[in-house]
């Protein structure tokens, strides 16, 4: 696991680019802190930086193939590697090293852009062809490992981290307005979007091809899965269970392959538990196991749990207590993103792999299983919807009229929203589910003359992939864009920043592409049959976990972010929002944000949402915009 970084087409003489791609990698050490390396050539620079774990000694980067023509520096792993070497050998390449990245430059050699089709693995890289004058930038199939871009005067330079990029002389630090409104509405920014004006993300399943004799560039798809729906009654369940069982225990066996230590986060739930007890049958060595608690709210406390699929499966075991006194890492934990962004679960998140590299430097998680199998309530919730706008409008009419009734006004504002998402498109439902400020939120936010696009880039996201998804059921179809859309830059973005904030590298064996194809084909009922989600999951790992563990209804991880207002939390951020602050920046209504904090207290989960995304906004605006805030300044003492 590593950190990358580079250029091609920078024309400065020697000394100076070995000075910025040496200040590019220094941006990115806590992705690679045991070695760094670089290669500079004609206008192309490429640098790592490394964290060993494959070939500790002869694994540094870059790596070259025989005549030394070709350069690769690489972050992630390819888990098909022995087979890739072993046919490699036989088309006569020859070998210096046992590390993955290697197999890579050989691949090339033979299949040029097409060698990313043979891998299996999370990665993202960048290699130099000096025969061709060609670069080349790939990104997994998933997007579980980042890689962003960007052109300026002609130079085309790439990172694994945003601030990598932001440290070349010729890469502006400027806010594209247009991108704001989307952070809003999602809580991070999505596909190839971020928030800096003209700076990308490679797109999963997308490589960067650069030709220096003509000085042109261009992104392509390599991989897109097939998108088609059997009938049910077409497939075996039988032979389903028995094909997912296999391929989840084999992505999990692949993924054990490591010269260091490593182990496994652990919640308690359906996944990460299967993962555990699928490491558990392929380690001599007990798992070691690692979760997180909440003391001050049980009803997300899943430490019980975890401790029994640990002593289940004889793990060594440790936890750690989240508590809103965790709120004060949120300035660091921001600026490892680069971006705002505002899922409150990066506090646990930080917490567990901190712990986590403390004691290994590897973990598998049960990260994607959600996606692919329908883990989330609102699947259910979307099909009940559904069947409700079958109703007679008359009766519709009469429930909504009827609303206002209900004397108890969490029930009364679960049944509105119910209501509110019967009466909205497909693809702006979809994006409700999840989102936090909706358009008229927006209208309300902004100061007049400053809404850029409201919610419409949100919207036509969503529509793109529905419509590619035509053939899918609804469910189906809702699933797949969280797999395109909300897993790669919010989920596997968490994962990825979280994790290599630390040091520690994070694998996820449910995303396997192999078996991400597979689920990708299963009819909805196969994941989400009546009011059971992840159904065909649960089958498969009926006789792997305690059937007290797949019958227990999910809970996810949350953070009690209203609940903390009862432990000061509110007077920093009341401070951070304050009116002059708002004013001052600019953009948004300050009555509005007051108004919010007002309104603000433990039962106010919406508002919460609201204000944490708002927070994140400020923290991030003044860290990496900016650069008035030391990250490392808790969030009790900004100003």
């Not at 649960?538 to 809970?555: D, E, F, G, H, Y």
């Amino acid at each position: 696991m590593c950190g990358i970084c580079g250029f091609f087409s920078f024309d400065r003489d020697k000394t100076q680019k070995k000075t910025v791609l040496e200040e590019m990698a220094r941006s990115i050490v806590h992705r690679g802190p045991d070695q760094g390396g670089e290669f500079l050539a004609e206008s192309v620079g490429l640098a790592n930086r490394r964290l060993s774990i494959i070939d500790l000694e002869k694994g540094q980067q870059p790596i070259f193939n025989e005549d030394g023509k070709i350069c690769v520096v690489f972050n992630g792993e390819i888990y098909n590697q022995h087979h890739l070497r072993d046919e490699l050998i036989a088309q006569g390449h020859s070998f210096s090293t046992r590390s993955d990245t290697e197999v890579i430059v050989h691949l090339y050699e033979e299949y040029k852009e097409g060698c990313v089709e043979y891998l299996n693995g999370m990665f993202a890289f960048a290699l130099w062809d000096s025969n061709e004058g060609r670069g080349l930038l790939a990104r997994d199939r998933l997007g579980i490992k980042p890689l962003f871009y960007t052109q300026k005067k002609g130079c085309l330079v790439f990172g694994s981290e945003i601030k990598a990029l932001l440290t070349h002389p010729e890469v502006a630090r400027n806010l594209e307005p247009d991108n704001l409104s989307l952070y809003l509405i999602l809580r991070y920014l999505p596909d190839e979007t971020t928030i800096f004006q003209g700076i990308k993300k490679l797109l999963p399943g997308n490589i960067l091809i650069f030709d220096l004799p003509t000085d042109t560039w261009w992104t392509q798809a390599y991989w897109e899965p097939t998108l088609s729906e059997e009938p049910a009654a077409s497939i075996s369940e039988n032979e389903v269970v028995s094909e997912l069982g296999g391929l989840l225990r084999d992505a999990v066996k692949i993924r054990l392959m490591s010269d260091v230590p490593f182990g496994a986060f652990l919640s308690g739930g359906l996944d990460s538990s299967a993962v555990v007890a699928l490491m558990s049958q392929e380690m001599a060595d007990p798992v070691q196991t690692f979760s997180i608690g909440f003391s001050e709210n049980k009803k997300l406390d899943e430490t019980r749990q975890a401790r029994t699929i640990a002593r289940a499966f004889g793990t060594q075991h440790r936890e750690i207590d989240c508590t809103a006194s965790k709120a004060e890492l949120l300035p660091k934990l921001l600026y490892h993103f680069d971006e705002p962004f505002a899922d409150p679960i990066i506090l646990p998140a930080f917490q567990v792999a901190e712990l986590a590299a403390q004691h290994v430097k590897v973990v598998l998680t049960g990260e994607g299983a959600d996606e692919l199998f329908g883990g989330y309530t609102r699947f259910v919730t979307d099909g009940s919807v559904r069947r409700f706008r079958q109703l007679p409008p008359f009766f519709r009419r009469w429930l909504m009229a009827m609303s206002h009734m209900i004397p108890a006004q969490v029930l009364r504002e679960k049944v509105n929203r119910f209501l509110e998402m019967s009466m909205l498109d497909d693809a702006t439902r979809f994006l409700r589910w999840t989102s936090a400020f909706d358009s008229s939120e927006l209208q309300c936010l902004y100061r007049p003359g400053f809404l850029k696009n409201s919610a419409k880039k949100a919207v036509d996201l969503y529509e793109r992939h529905l419509e590619s998804s035509r053939k899918m059921s609804l469910t189906n179809q809702m699933l797949f864009c969280d797999l395109k859309i909300r897993l790669p830059e919010c989920m596997l973005a968490r994962t990825d920043r979280m994790s290599m904030a630390v040091s520690l590298e994070a694998r996820t064996p449910f995303l396997d592409h192999r078996l991400v194809e597979q689920v990708l084909q299963l009819p909805a009922q196969f994941k989400v049959r009546g009011h059971n989600e992840k159904f065909i999951l649960k089958k498969a790992l009926s006789k792997v976990l305690p059937a007290t563990t797949i019958r227990r209804k999910k809970q996810g991880l949350a953070v009690p972010f209203a609940l903390w207002t009862q432990f000061g939390i509110e007077k920093p951020i009341r401070r951070i929002l304050s009116r002059e602050r708002i004013e001052k920046r600019g953009v948004f209504q300050a009555d509005y944000v007051q108004g919010l904090l007002k309104n603000w207290g433990p039962n106010a989960s919406r508002h919460s949402q609201l204000i944490w995304s708002l927070l994140c906004l400020e923290l991030w605006w003044r860290i990496s915009l900016e650069g008035e805030l030391d990250p490392e300044t808790p969030l009790s003492e900004v100003a």
